[in-house]
């Protein structure tokens, strides 16, 4: 009995086909549709398993950033010296900023040179407001920048190549032709190389400060052996000051936390501290993970106003358990100003 009716045979016939080829040709599309719906299947599967690999993988990333608790500190918590009109220093992003403004000139007004030497003149007149602000930021409460780079040829040629450097982050052209850049620097990294190691050697010459020993350690550790993973010192409400070595010392001047008994790699990468507007801020900061000590400030010494006295309690408290020296040497210290 053939396998195809009448009207296909005839046109089968007239093709030249026969029958078999017709019946077996018919098969073999069919086989070929079918592979091609389990291809499609499983390409539509393999679809939707990198799909859902691809999701997980994002929500192990958001994960691990929450776990990291990285914190973004609002602009009006932080806490920011304007130095001048065209200039400041941001203590709790860690960085220095400077304002130049550039004007193009007379023969090349109305001329297509006058931008590119209005941001000329702009960046020069930048860099140079940035070195008077990087010369008054405060190294501790007796010292500024100033008084290293006056002393020091070497350190002031390292600090005028690092400003010369700096990050344009800012351009504006203005409607009278002039150009006003904004340039920045870290604190931390190449500057905080050249200075920390400055701040150590005169630590390590001045003479212990005269008057009776400061008495041993009395409180006892922690009950259950508490360790803590950071310092927050509330120092607001004693016109405190911010510096790059600030210390802490307790009401007999003994020194709780300075630049003698940090790392030194430490120091320069992320500075001795970081500086918060707001208390709750600063103590869910990432600096200080998450089992920080709070302790609050009682007055300020030093003529900067960047040494702050806490309780002889709370230092005791510090000083108790060996393992809190581990996060001093690791500058997992916050101050919190006004």
């Keep these: 009995m053939n396998p195809l009716p009448l009207g296909r045979r005839r046109i089968a016939i007239a093709g030249g086909l026969p029958f078999w080829y017709v019946k077996n040709d018919v098969r073999m599309r069919k086989k070929i549709n079918d592979k091609g719906h389990e291809k499609e299947a499983a390409m539509r599967l393999k679809i939707c398993m990198t799909a859902a690999f691809a999701a997980a993988m994002i929500l192990c990333i958001a994960g691990v950033t ?3 608790e990285k914190v973004v500190i609002p602009e009006g918590t932080q806490i920011v010296e304007q ?47 940035l070195l008077e602000v990087i010369n008054g930021v405060r190294v501790d409460s007796a010292t500024v920048i100033r008084d290293f780079t006056t002393e020091s040829d070497v350190i002031n040629t390292q600090v005028q190549g690092m400003v010369k450097g700096a990050k344009v982050i800012k351009q504006e052209y203005m409607s009278d032709g002039t150009v006003e850049v904004t340039v920045q620097m870290p604190i931390a990294g190449n500057f905080a ?17 005269a008057g009776p020993a400061a008495p ?3 409180t006892a550790p922690p009950p259950g052996g508490e360790v803590f993973t950071g310092l927050v010192v509330d120092a607001r409400g004693i016109q405190a000051r911010p510096a790059m070595s600030p210390r802490i010392i307790d009401e007999n001047g003994r020194e709780i936390y300075g630049s003698m008994n940090v790392e030194r790699e430490y120091a320069v990468q992320q500075g001795m501290s970081g500086y918060a507007r707001d208390l709750t801020a600063a103590q869910s ?9 709070s302790v609050k400030g009682l007055k300020t010494e030093g003529a900067g106003r960047s040494d702050i006295v806490i309780a002889k309690a709370d230092a005791e408290k510090i000083l108790a358990a060996g393992d809190n ?8 210290v916050m101050i919190v100003l006004d």
């Design 325 to 332: 020296l581990s996060f001093l040497k690791k500058c997992r």
């Design 285 to 293: 900061n990432a600096r200080v993970t998450n089992n920080p000590l």
């Design 193 to 209: 190389a050249v200075i920390i190691p400055r701040i150590m050697e005169k630590k390590q010459v001045q003479p212990p400060p």
């Design 216 to 218: 041993a350690p009395t």
């Design 66 to 68: 929450v776990g990291q």
């Design 83 to 129: 130095v001048g009109n065209k200039g400041m220093v941001n203590w709790t992003e860690g960085t220095m900023e400077a304002i130049g403004i550039g004007a193009p000139p007379e023969r090349y007004i109305g001329k297509p040179q006058a931008r590119p030497n209005a941001l000329r003149a702009a960046q020069v007149d930048a860099y140079r407001n």
